[in-house]
């Protein structure tokens, strides 16, 4: 039963393969208000992307994008200006989640990625309530 969900999902869109991923993550670099808050950032990011990686961070840090991150594994970020936390893989979820004005992107790093984009503001507000707690339980 979706009753629940009503009034909730105002848009979602899927996006397949690589392409599909960059035009999410292009889409957080538009953000105008608030930061960009990332649950279990990934260094798949990195490694399906390597030149755009680098491009997205120093666009992210022209354009002062604020962002805070839990990492569920440890490797080398390309962006020194995030706040930065770490947490147990098993503690978070699956997927690459990123939360931002009224979005959610959810980003599968499966054989072939792909990702969700949630346009509401009642889902971003919900997962930004999520972030928090999970914010205040991870190690810096």
Known sequence: ??????????????FEGKEGVKTILLDTLKIKTGELLVINASKDFIKNFPIFAQ???K???R????????????????????EKKF???EQTTPTM?????????IIFWIEKPMGILIQSEEAAKEYKTY????WKQATP
């Open 55 to 57: 491009q997205y961070f």
């Open 87 to 89: 947490m147990l893989k």
């Open 131 to 134: 972030f928090e707690i999970l």
């Open 1 to 14: 039963n979706s009753d629940h969900l009503k009034g909730y999902l105002n848009f979602i869109e899927k």
């Open 63 to 82: 354009r002062k994008i604020p962002s805070k991150i839990i990492f569920s594994e440890k490797f080398e970020i390309l962006d020194p200006t995030s």
């Open 97 to 105: 989640t990123i939360i931002y004005e009224n979005k959610v992107s």
């Open 59 to 61: 666009e992210k840090i």
